[in-house]
């Protein structure tokens, strides 16, 4: 029985028909994922020191919990797509999988970062701060995650047949 996520109907005849090499993509995937790891990484330490300014806990802040699963969540889907990327570099098929998977998790985390960080700013009391960009950077990622799941699904390794047959 197929997965819907990991081998979605339009992946025998995608709507844009590109010839991309699963090899080579998983490489740039594997790279962007550890440069995304580590980033994710620092955005962590950072949500972890949001509501203390010089020691002093911000008022009404609490803790941004949501901010911080969705930022751990975000961590370890960039791992998992790192991973997957590297075994689809090796030529190991499954990696697709793990890239797939990790890009829905990314995609999850992405949605909870969101949710926390606008609770995080109202509960700091700061009106609109944030909101803005908060919504415009998950619309870009959210367009990055579906690009990229796009490319892993109708990529082929090498020996498989071509979606255009070369001129």
Not at 82 to 107: D, I, P, S, T, W
Request: glycine share 14%; net charge neutral; aromatic share 10%.
């Amino acid at each position: 029985m197929a997965n819907a996520l990991t081998d979605p109907p339009f992946a025998a005849d995608p709507p844009v028909k590109l010839n991309v090499n699963a090899k080579i993509l998983g490489l740039v995937i594997g790279i962007i994922a550890i440069i995304g790891a580590i980033l994710s990484l620092i955005g962590l330490l950072a949500a972890f020191g949001a509501c203390t300014i010089l020691g002093q806990t911000i008022g009404g802040c609490g803790v941004p919990i949501l901010w911080l699963l969705g930022a751990v969540i975000q961590v370890v889907a960039y791992i998992l797509g790192a991973v997957g990327g590297f075994r689809m570099y090796q030529l190991n098929r499954e990696g697709k999988n793990n890239v797939v998977y990790g890009l829905a998790l990314g995609f999850l985390g992405t949605i909870v970062y969101l949710i926390g960080n606008i609770i995080f700013y109202a509960g700091i009391s700061v009106i609109g701060a944030g909101y803005g960009g908060a919504i415009v950077g998950v619309i870009i990622d959210l367009i990055i995650i579906f690009i990229f799941y796009y490319l892993v699904v109708i990529s082929r390794f090498p020996g498989e047949a071509p979606l255009v047959p070369s001129a």
